[in-house]
């Protein structure tokens, strides 16, 4: 993060999302804003919170997206939940404070994994150690000629080759705990002698000799060994830390937790205590989670809506003033769909082209083809419901569902010109459709 720039972080963003400057550049600054506040003395730190963001725009034009590749961009720990899951027409939604035991599941899971990998070289000895010794049980007549040292270098070469997967062989593995049912569909995946055991602070993991290939017993005993390796107290203590001083929450259709946000529904009372639950986690409070308390006074959040019926000022004033960034998204253009589907690294078009690839099918694209498919994206988004540029994947889907449905089986390549041409005849209801809504006044 301290290697990043705002400049270099709207750049990386430039990548995969075409324009929304405004909103780059705030998300931008707001995370170059963490890593100021890290130089600082300690008691100085304690007085900076995030200044958090609220987005207004309409659907798929990026709300999503810049919020999740930054996350991705630093390695931060993320997660989105929908406002509306809050509350539900007739009963009570989620806890709100369950935004913040996931924010520390996923950063959890982020430690977790690097510290897999620091730990992951020794874990292949100790798996490679037992494994190899299972293996040369199967195929000890195999080898008369050479000395036992000769012949475990040989298999050693073979597992990491993947020569040997599919062998079956005899070996201890960790058993597998059926999970007691308590009816009602739920589970007790644990029983009281493991508790008992980890009270007391013994007892190992249960071993059972099996029958299973070489893949599968080297997936176990890995995971058996990196568990055993890693310190979960660590893991616990960082994730904490990283929730805490890094993590962004993603607050989506905050628009429908509004007074107006639902019209003529009668939930205003519900829907304004949604976001009152809110407010002390955004605020900054203490949230118990299975890995330790955490505080969320540091945590960036970021608000998004499409604010069709309602606005942001029909938040309540508490609310609207713990998101001191406003930043408005605009719709997408026909220029805006052209550079999406050619310029980010996954740009719709190389999407679209490597999957059929795979089926031996080339396509081609020329330039009036594109822009004619742009043009068709604008302009149904214009008179029909502006779902920004998930547009694109439809009208991809109708394009290329005869070259899909007949791609599979071809026995050699075959290559697929898209010209203006090819769209216009598989696009024709559609443009019968967007050319008979020019007269509809």
Known sequence: MDELTPKQIVNE?????????????????????????????????????????????????????????????????????????????????????SMVRELVEASYRLVKEEQAKSVEERAREKVEAKIIPAVLEKRKDSFPDLSDGQIKAYLLQELREGKINDLVIDIDLPEVQKPQMLGQGATLSFNIQDITKSIMGGGKTPMKRRSISVENAYKQLMDMEIESLV????????????????????????????????????????????????????????????????????????????????????????????????VDLQSLTKKDFVEILTKPDNAILMQYTELLKVDKVKLQFTNDAIDEIAEIAAAQNETEEDIGARRLQTIMEKLLEDVSFDAAGLSEEKEVLVDKKFVEERMNSALKKLNLNKFVL
């Not at 899951?85 to 989620?94: D, L, M, Q, S, W």
């Not at 809110?278 to 960036?300: A, F, M, Q, R």
């Not at 019926?309 to 406003?326: M, T, V, Y």
Request: aromatic share 6%.
């Open 231 to 326: 310190d979960k107290d660590d893991i616990d203590a960082e994730a904490i830390r990283r929730a805490e001083n890094d993590g962004i929450i993603f607050i989506d259709e905050i628009d429908k937790i509004t007074s107006k946000g639902h019209q003529g529904s009668g939930q205003d009372v519900s829907r304004e205590g949604v976001q009152r639950d809110i407010l002390p986690i955004v605020e900054g409070s203490t949230v118990n989670t299975k890995h330790g308390n955490i505080k969320t006074d540091y945590i960036l959040f970021i608000a998004a809506g499409a604010f069709q019926i309602a606005s942001i000022s029909d938040l309540i004033p508490e609310l609207q003033g713990r998101f001191p960034i406003k």
């Open 13 to 97: 963003l430039n990548r995969f999302i075409i324009g929304q400057e405004e909103a780059k550049k705030a998300v931008a600054v707001a995370l170059r804003n963490r890593y100021r506040r890290a130089q600082l003395p300690k008691e100085l730190q304690d007085e900076i919170t995030p200044k958090n963001i609220i987005m207004k725009g309409p659907t798929g034009v990026g709300k999503t997206e810049i919020a999740r590749r930054l996350a991705k961009l630093v390695k931060a720990p993320f997660v989105k939940v929908e406002a509306t899951k809050f509350t539900e027409v007739g009963y009570v939604g989620r806890d709100v404070e």
